[in-house]
């Protein structure tokens, strides 16, 4: 499988979570907007991945950034950041959404395990009832002091104005 074979689509990655579900396979999801790929993003990524054994990455569209962040976002179109994300060792397949939550992708894929960024608390993480609900856990990863996209976008600006 190529690293572009990784991004999916809804129906594709509902399919593969069943097939690796029936083999015995734990699987983690996870989501977010990774517009620009950081260590912070890398070193999540590999956490969430060390707690089931398939790795599964919402990635919002084009659009849906914009909503969340603003008309200057995303930075990277969402091909590109799909496929950086694909290009990860750690990374198992990658879905597109464009609705404001993950909420559908979770309730069709189940997963056995919901990861967020400890920014969250899992009263917060959408879709934790349902994972919860079907047997499953959501856990929480701390993040890297330092890295953010918005962060890194604000030092590049500062340093554009020097």
């Known amino acids: 499988m190529s690293n572009a074979d990784k991004i999916l689509s809804k129906n594709d990655v509902a399919v593969l979570v069943e097939k690796w579900k029936q083999a015995g396979d734990e699987v983690v999801f996870t989501n977010g907007c990774f517009d620009i790929l950081h260590l912070g993003h890398v070193d999540y990524l590999e956490k ?41 060792s750690c990374t198992d397949a990658v ?27 899992i009263d917060t993480i959408i879709g934790a009832d349902i994972v919860i609900e079907h047997g ?19 030092k590049i600006k500062s340093q554009l104005n020097k």
């Open 136 to 154: 499953g856990s959501v856990k929480t990863i701390d993040l890297v002091n330092g890295y953010s996209t918005t962060g890194i976008i604000d």
């Open 95 to 121: 879905i597109l959404f464009d609705e404001p939550t993950p909420l559908e992708l979770i309730t069709d894929i189940k997963p056995d395990v919901l990861v967020k960024g400890s920014d969250y608390t």
């Open 48 to 88: 969430a991945k060390q707690l089931g054994s398939r790795l599964v990455v919402g990635l919002n569209t084009d659009a849906s950034v914009k909503r969340l962040k603003g008309a200057d976002r995303p930075l990277n179109n969402e091909y590109a950041r799909a496929r950086m994300l694909s290009a990860l």
